[in-house]
């Protein structure tokens, strides 16, 4: 006898599957093509309704000064990999760009007065930002506190580790004031690094000053102390013991020259640094009126729309396909179906009405 033949698979098993997607989907078309074409069409009419902003973009490089000693190749690709080797870190691009988001940056921008945007009449009138923003508030340190968060969260401040340029972005429903802000805020930064570094200088020029002044006290003391010891001792040249006094004292005004000459020649170079230890921003991109809204992007909102309309639908599609098949092959599970869902209605209209009526009673 003959091998029972085995049973073969259906030919085209995945073609007939696709094809039953296929004919699922045509089967509902009007809801997997309808529904993601009326999601984008609404998202578009709702992006209409949004206030357009606008993003302003400024770019600048601030000086850094390396203290490092290493040699100049290990310098350099430390600087390519972004690592600055022993350099003052207040001197760092990314400590401008905290400065920059700083609170005290913050509250002078929004104290700062701009032309008001929303004026109609040439000229304009001028503000403070913080009027612009309306943050609310209970009291005048309230609403400074909110429209620092507010403007923080419209400015963003980025580094780049191999260039040392600092990006400054912000948005604004008003374009010339989106391009103002930025340029305030660089300005703000160069007047708090001018004060911050020369006030370093000015305290080393102070400290190099009194320590000049007392060590020429110190010279000119021990100057007349040899002076007084010649005029009394003429003879010096021939007592061992005036000798060896004389030695010292002449040491003594040697010393205090020496320490004098050095000290005065500090001095100077304080004088020198507190004018030129300033190091420099300088602005590469200033920002300009941008003349193109950032957002809203209504072409990616009216895609992000289809997407996820069509995906929606074509969900509900299967769903719907599902649920026909059960009920036309398991018509008593259907039937169950729905009068659990009906009971579930009953009651919760049973228990709002009851708990109405305990409200109104109450």
């Known amino acids: 006898m003959g091998a029972t033949p085995q049973p073969q698979a259906p030919p085209f098993e995945e073609e007939i599957s696709v094809l039953e ?44 000064r390396s203290q490092s000693r290493l040699p100049t190749g290990l310098a350099g690709i430390a600087g390519q990999l972004g690592i600055a080797l022993a350099a003052d870190a207040s001197q760092s691009p990314q400590f ?15 104290l700062a007065r701009y032309a ?10 001028s503000t403070t930002l913080l009027t612009i923003l309306q943050p609310g508030g209970r009291n005048a340190a309230d609403s400074l506190e909110r429209g620092a968060r ?11 580790a191999q260039t040392n340029i600092v990006t400054v972005r912000v948005e604004s429903r008003y374009p010339e004031l989106a391009a103002a802000v930025p ?20 305290e080393r020029r102070k400290f190099t000053e009194e320590r000049v002044a007392a060590g020429e006290q110190d010279l000119r003391d021990a100057e007349e102390a040899l002076k007084r010891f010649y005029q ?16 010292r004292l002449r040491r003594q005004v040697e010393l205090r020259q020496e320490l004098y000459v050095t000290l005065r020649r500090e001095y100077e170079t304080a004088r020198i ?17 941008p003349q193109r809204k950032s957002s809203p992007k209504r072409t990616l909102w009216a895609f992000v729309a289809l997407l996820l309309g069509g995906m929606f639908g074509a ?48």
Request: no cysteine; hydrophobic share 40%.
């Open 116 to 125: 008001d945007p929303r004026a109609t009449q040439e000229p304009q009138d």
């Open 315 to 362: 969900f509900w599609a299967f769903g719907a396909e599902y649920v026909e098949r059960v009920r036309r092959h398991n018509e008593h599970v259907y039937r169950e179906s729905r009068e659990l869902l009906k009971g579930l209605r009953s009651d919760l209209r049973s228990l709002v009405r009851g708990r109405s009526r305990r409200e109104g009673r109450g």
């Open 273 to 289: 640094q507190e004018v030129n230890d300033t190091p420099v921003i300088t602005v590469i991109d200033a920002a300009v009126v």
């Open 96 to 110: 401008y760009a905290d400065v920059a988001k700083s609170r005290e940056i913050l509250d002078r921008l929004l």
């Open 183 to 202: 340029n305030r805020l660089v300005a703000f930064l160069n007047e708090f690094n001018a004060q911050a570094r020369q006030s370093q200088a000015r």
């Open 232 to 247: 009394a001792n003429r003879s010096w040249q021939q007592s061992p013991q005036l000798m060896f006094e004389e030695g």
């Open 21 to 64: 997607i296929v004919n699922v989907l045509l089967k509902r078309w009007r809801t997997v093509i309808g529904l993601p074409i009326t999601t984008a069409f609404v998202v578009v009419g709702i992006s209409f309704l949004v206030p357009p902003t606008y993003t302003a973009v400024t770019s600048f490089a601030p000086e850094v």
């Open 150 to 160: 507010k403007l923080a969260g419209l400015l963003s401040v980025g580094v780049d």
